[in-house]
T-cell receptor
Framework: DQQVKQNSPSLSVQEGRISILNCDYT??????FLWYKKYPAEGPTFLIS?????DKNEDGRFTVFLNKSAKHLSLHIVPSQPGDSAVYFC???????????FGKGTTLSVSS | NAGVMQNPRHLVRRRGQEARLRCSPM?????VYWYRQLPEEGLKFMVY????????ESGMPKERFSAEFPKEGPSILRIQQVVRGDSAAYFC???????????????FGPGTRLTVL
């Protein structure tokens, strides 16, 4: 049973617009979440994270929002750029604080 | 500052052979994690090691798979008697020494793509 779900396999956005990637989780004990970006034939690259004591974390063009009551988080990219085209993975740190539990990813395509 | 290094990047084995995947963590990192990504899936945790110790192997298949992180040298993920279902991308990650915080970010290597014929 998937504990971290990314229900949209793909998203297409025009350059300059906002990209919103969504993620849902089932385990209310998760308290740390991360977003990774992955290009083909490369490893995941860390983008941004958020602790459950916060509801928002911002880093440049990237903002992650956490809604604990809904067990939902989202990644906003503003403005989107063609170089942002990649697969984005949402992950939760397990309760032992060791394993990352990943969603299946959302492929973002930003067109110019 | 070199990132996490993995080799080989691509590995082809025939059924029944052994596969050895190597991972060198980032400088100063003593925590290593192995993940596997099957086609069209997210990454799945396999094992977490510190130097000379396996800390959490809850994601490792019970048979044919083993991992080590010796005092000297890279971490090794070993798959004996490979089968076609082992074909996947295997990623290694490392994180800094931990104090009391468990949220040190894991940094990933480029992966080894294993193909079993």
């Amino acid at each position: 049973d998937q504990q971290v779900k990314q229900n949209s396999p793909s998203l297409s956005v025009q350059e300059g617009r906002i990209s919103i990637l969504n993620c849902d989780y089932t385990n209310s004990m998760f308290d740390y979440f991360l977003w990774y970006k992955k290009y083909p034939a490369e490893g995941p690259t860390f983008l941004i994270s958020i602790s459950s004591i916060k509801d928002k974390n911002e880093d440049g063009r990237f903002t992650v929002f956490l809604n604990k009551s809904a067990k939902h988080l989202s990644l906003h990219i503003v403005p989107s750029q063609p170089g942002d085209s990649a697969v984005y993975f949402c992950a939760a740190l397990d309760q032992a604080g060791t394993a990352l539990i990943f969603g299946k990813g959302t492929t973002l395509s930003v067109s110019s | 500052n070199a990132g996490v290094m993995q080799n080989p990047r691509h590995l082809v084995r025939r059924r029944g052979q052994e596969a050895r995947l190597r991972c060198s963590p980032m400088k100063g990192h003593s925590h290593v994690y192995w993940y596997r990504q099957l086609p069209e899936e997210g990454l799945k945790f396999m094992v977490y090691l510190q130097k000379e110790n396996i800390i959490d192997e809850s994601g490792m298949p019970k048979e044919r798979f083993s991992a080590e992180f010796p005092k000297e040298g890279p971490s090794i993920l070993r798959i004996q008697q490979v089968v076609r279902g082992d074909s996947a991308a295997y990623f290694c990650a490392s994180s800094p020494d931990r104090g009391t915080f468990h949220t040190d970010t894991q940094y990933f290597g480029p992966g080894t793509r294993l193909t079993v014929l």
